[in-house]
């Protein structure tokens, strides 16, 4: 297994863009992983909405 230690984290990432000046930034998660949604809300994320994805064969 690769050594992911090193890689930014979400809060990195974040603050990047917030620092940039961007107003907001958009997270999309796994409502079904209760842990990394729990630790996205307390670095400040918070639910919006739920999103579904439909795909069509035609």
Known sequence: MPDLSNL???HTYTQHFLDQGYSFVTLFTDLANPTSNHIYQTIGYRP???YT???FRV
């Open 48 to 50: 919006i909405c739920d």
């Open 8 to 10: 930014p984290t979400v």
């Open 53 to 55: 994805v439909y795909h």
